[in-house]
Every structure is written in C-alpha cells, then in structure tokens.
C-alpha cells in the first residue's frame, strides 16, 4: 500500500517483490516494459541489533522491483478493465448450486461466482463464511500479529550511506529510505517497520 502526505510519498505495505518461477516472470514482462514495475537497485545491509554484519548492492543478477510511482500501482493496473465495486462491504458468502453467492450489508447481492478470493484477516474471512466451510475452523483459530509501520518526512535529506535495512535481534525489522526507490517524489522519506513477535525473517 502506499500514502501520500503533503509532499512525501510512503510505501507503508509491501516493501519491495521479488521474481523466481518462469510463470511470475512472464506475468510481470508487460508492467515491467510499460515502466509500472522497475527494478530497485538498492544499497542494502544486514543489521544484528545495531551492527552491521553485511552489506551490498541489489543488482540484475537477483532483481528486486518496485512498483511506480507508489507500490499500489500495480493493483491499479491490474483493475482497469475489471468491474469493480467500491464502498461495498459484504456481510456473508453462501453456497448457491456450484456457484457462491456474496450478500451485502444492504442486504443485496452483486451476483454469483464460480471462485471467491478473500485476501483479508483470518478472523474477517471466518466471519463471511459458511458454517460448512471445510476450513472455518482453522480460520477462528489463526492468530494474528500486530505490525507498526512508522512514516517520517523530512524537509532536508539525511546523510545514511545505505537505502534499506534488514533488522535481527531488535525491535524493529525494516529500515528503508523509501525516497530512494525509482520514481518517487524528491523530498527524503523514512519507512521503519515494527519487529512482530516470532516472525521470521524473509529472504532478500
């Protein structure tokens, strides 16, 4: 996701993605060629509590992308053609035949379909689906784990001689100068990511 305050731009979701099967690769060509994805050739280190343990540059041999100008431009491409419903919350999905059916708080139903994705809480998803639903049982027992995303704006740049951090063994995971990523606006921006309790810590 991504936010805009005054004259600074903050990616506060998804920091940045990255490519492996042939199939995701293919996917991503066209947005990659219109310029919607680009490459973020970071200068990136690793941080043990407040040491630096590693250090280098993301390159064309693993690329890391980012979305542009903010990482919510890809979802926005991706719905341009699709018919989409806003301001609508839905309340219930059901089965109807094969098919399912979706109810809203009004009590209204935008159609039918042959697949719902739910891409929300577990505990949201719980609440939507049937009693039946194979899978509801696993879904009221998810817990879920609280991260805080701090955003800082700064009228003139900070000297740090690196664009993003990985943080072990403290209480915040992410560091990054989400200024530096392509195409976003000029003035210096900080994203720092709260540490979750028992999270591991990703691949980058």
């Given at each position: 996701m991504?936010s805009r305050?005054?004259?600074?731009?903050?990616?506060?979701?998804?920091?940045?993605?990255?490519a492996?099967s042939?199939?995701f690769?293919?996917?991503?060509?066209?947005?990659?060629q219109s310029?919607?994805i680009?490459r973020?050739?970071?200068?990136f280190?690793?941080?043990?509590?407040?040491?630096i343990?590693?250090r280098?540059?993301w390159?064309?041999?693993?690329?890391?992308?980012?979305?542009?100008?903010?990482?919510?431009?890809v979802?926005?491409?991706i719905?341009?053609?699709l018919?989409v419903h806003y301001?609508t919350?839905?309340?219930?999905?059901?089965a109807?035949?094969?098919?399912?059916e979706?109810?809203?708080e009004a009590n209204t139903s935008p159609?039918?379909f042959d697949?719902v994705?739910?891409?929300?809480?577990?505990?949201?998803?719980?609440?939507l689906?049937?009693?039946?639903?194979?899978?509801?049982?696993?879904?009221?027992?998810?817990?879920m784990?609280?991260?805080?995303?701090?955003?800082?704006g700064?009228?003139?740049?900070?000297?740090f001689d690196?664009?993003?951090?990985?943080v072990?063994n403290?209480?915040?995971?992410?560091?990054?100068?989400n200024?530096?990523?392509?195409q976003?606006?000029?003035?210096?921006t900080?994203?720092?990511?709260?540490?979750?309790m028992g999270r591991g810590?990703?691949?980058?």
């Amino acid at each position: 996701m991504s936010s805009r305050q005054k004259a600074f731009h903050f990616d506060h979701g998804a920091q940045y993605f990255t490519a492996r099967s042939e199939a995701f690769k293919t996917f991503l060509a066209p947005f990659i060629q219109s310029g919607i994805i680009t490459r973020w050739d970071a200068r990136f280190i690793e941080l043990d509590g407040d040491t630096i343990v590693s250090r280098r540059c993301w390159n064309a041999r693993y690329p890391h992308y980012v979305a542009a100008p903010g990482m919510n431009a890809v979802c926005q491409a991706i719905a341009t053609d699709l018919n989409v419903h806003y301001n609508t919350r839905i309340k219930s999905i059901q089965a109807l035949g094969s098919q399912w059916e979706l109810k809203t708080e009004a009590n209204t139903s935008p159609g039918t379909f042959d697949w719902v994705i739910t891409a929300i809480p577990a505990q949201q998803a719980a609440d939507l689906m049937p009693e039946h639903f194979s899978h509801a049982r696993q879904l009221q027992q998810k817990k879920m784990q609280a991260c805080s995303t701090l955003m800082l704006g700064f009228e003139q740049p900070l000297d740090f001689d690196f664009d993003c951090a990985l943080v072990r063994n403290a209480d915040i995971s992410w560091i990054s100068v989400n200024s530096s990523k392509p195409q976003r606006l000029p003035s210096f921006t900080l994203v720092i990511l709260q540490q979750p309790m028992g999270r591991g810590q990703s691949r980058t």
